[in-house]
């Protein structure tokens, strides 16, 4: 069993901030990090906890900054274009770790960031695996040939994320089929709900009500 976060009634860590960055639109890097120190003030700084862990278990991991970026824009739907804008993935982590980090030593000045993922068991970890290849055909369809927010890249990317940090891959998976429409069945509804509970996650954070769910999907 993963460790459980902390239920905050909302999306939580990087998936959360994805959401949230999106609203209104961002574009520029500026009012980006706004943003981010707008969010990791939420909950009294608890969502800078979170927010943080996520961001500096891929900052460790061997994830390349393309790869960053293709998360990135696949769950804000290009609508915080990074690539657009002239932001490296990694480099964009750091600075929202910075913040977060800033945020934290506000109420406790001997704080120091250390990367850790939450141990979660081999058949969680490939539960999620077996998630994103099965919806993976779908998520590819709707990203890559979208009419005007293309997007190659997405499912390879959320395969390496699944040996790093298997909840964020999951959260991150989800924040994907969300932003870019893909439609679900409702047994893929019911599994997600399932796995969420399996990573300690709150069914508010799997189902914040942006999913489509459609009854004549077998998935």
């Not at 964009?92 to 068991?121: E, K, M, N, Y």
């Amino acid at each position: 069993m993963a460790q459980a976060h902390r239920h905050l009634g909302v999306d939580i860590g990087l998936s959360g901030l994805i959401k949230w960055i999106r609203y209104p639109l961002v574009n520029s890097e500026a009012v980006g990090l706004e943003v981010v120190g707008s969010v990791a003030d939420r909950f009294d700084g608890a969502f800078a906890l979170q927010l943080l862990r996520d961001c500096l278990v891929l900052l460790d991991s061997p994830l390349s900054g393309r790869d960053v970026e293709t998360l990135w824009l696949a769950g804000t739907f290009r609508e915080f274009d990074l690539e657009r804008i002239g932001i490296d993935g990694r480099m964009w982590l750091r600075r929202i770790a910075d913040i977060c980090t800033g945020r934290i030593r506000r109420d406790d000045p001997s704080f120091s960031p250390v990367p850790a993922a939450p141990v979660v068991d081999e058949a969680t970890k490939e539960a999620v695996r077996a998630e994103v290849r099965s919806v993976g055909p779908a998520l590819e369809q709707a990203t890559a040939h979208h009419s005007y927010n293309p997007l190659t890249g997405v499912v390879p990317a959320l395969e390496q994320v699944v040996d790093i940090d298997t909840g964020l891959a999951f959260r991150l998976l989800l924040r994907a089929v969300k932003a870019y429409s893909v439609p679900i069945g409702e047994a893929r509804y019911e599994r997600y709900l399932t796995l969420g509970d399996e990573l300690g996650l709150g069914e508010d954070v799997v189902d914040d009500m942006d999913f489509i769910v459609r009854t004549d999907l077998a998935d």
